[in-house]
Each structure stands twice: as structure tokens, then as C-alpha cells.
């Protein structure tokens, strides 16, 4: 039997907060897992990239070049892709050797152009019994084919939309 794959997606907030979730679950339950992050840049200082000093059996890999084409952006898109590219290979090296993957906005960056869908699908195809979890704007529909759990984040309402900006513990 193939692990399972779930995909977080939507316009709303919540994504990588249920992928955390269940890898929290995960790590409490004793399975050894990897969190692969496309955006998120290590150098931040956010409480997620933490997660490692409280779980041995967690691994973040924050591989990204930062949010990309936001007005915060500071890399080029060949520095994007390239992140992207590199996100993509530590996740294949990590495959075999976990309970479970997290690909943490992977939907965004092939919606972004940034890694192909194809390469995607074929690392989803070489599972094994290794779960899968993605997360991201813009699920893919061979994705949602593939996926086993499939749910949609609806954004309602939302401070930003308000000027509010993230609070440290409860959005990064």
C-alpha cells in the first residue's frame, strides 16, 4: 500500500498550519518526519523553523529565496527557480527516509513556474509507504487526482484585508 497524500490549498490562512499539524501528530505518534519549505528563507525568524529543538523526529528544511513576486522580494527569478529546484531534490533525498513529507507551498511554486508539475507528480508516483503532505495556492487538477485528502482553506475574512499585519505565534 501506498502512503497517503494530502494536499492543503485555498486563498485562506491555514495551509502549512494543518500540514504542522499533522506532522505534529506524526512526530508524537513516532514516525520520523521532513518539512520542505519553497518560500520561506532560513534566515527568518519565524517559530516554525524551531520546531526541530522540541521534536527529534522533525526536520525543517526552509529552502526558499524569500515570497515571490511580493513587494518584499529581493531575489531574481532565476534565484527563485533555483531554490525551487533545490527544494525539489532534498525532497527526493528524503523520500525513502521518512514516515512523512511535508512539501510546504510546493502548490505555489508550480503555480509560480517555479518547479514542474510533471516532477511533482513523479515524486508523488515514488511514495512507497511514505505519506505526503502538500500545501499551497492553486492545487494542480492531476494533484487532486492523485491526492487521497484534498482540502480547500476558504478565506472568509482576514485581518490584512483590515492593515493588520501576522502575530508573531500565530502566523509565523
Known amino acids: 500500500m501506498n502512503g497517503l497524500v494530502y494536499v492543503f490549498t485555498g486563498d485562506g490562512k491555514g495551509k502549512t498550519s494543518a500540514a504542522l499539524g499533522v506532522s505534529v501528530r506524526a512526530a508524537l505518534s513516532g514516525m520520523e518526519v521532513a518539512i520542505v519549505q519553497w518560500y520561506k528563507e532560513k534566515r527568518w525568524p519565524i517559530a516554525e523553523h524551531k520546531i526541530g529543538d522540541k521534536f527529534k523526529n522533525i526536520k525543517i528544511y526552509p529552502m526558499g529565496s524569500g ?84 482540502t480547500e482553506c476558504k478565506k472568509i475574512k482576514h485581518p490584512y484585508d483590515l492593515g493588520k499585519l501576522a502575530v508573531r505565534g500565530l502566523d509565523f
Open 67 to 150: 515570497f515571490y513576486k511580493l513587494p518584499s522580494d529581493h531575489a531574481t527569478p532565476e534565484d527563485h527557480k533555483k531554490s525551487a529546484r533545490f527544494a525539489l531534490e532534498r525532497a527526493k533525498e528524503l523520500l525513502q527516509n521518512v514516515d512523512l513529507l511535508v512539501l510546504d507551498e510546493i502548490c505555489n511554486a508550480i503555480a509560480d513556474d517555479l518547479i514542474k508539475e510533471e516532477d511533482v507528480v513523479r515524486l508523488l508516483e515514488m511514495r512507497g509507504d511514505t505519506h505526503i503532505v502538500l500545501s499551497g495556492r492553486g492545487v494542480t487538477k492531476s494533484i487532486i487526482e492523485i491526492a487521497d485528502l484534498v
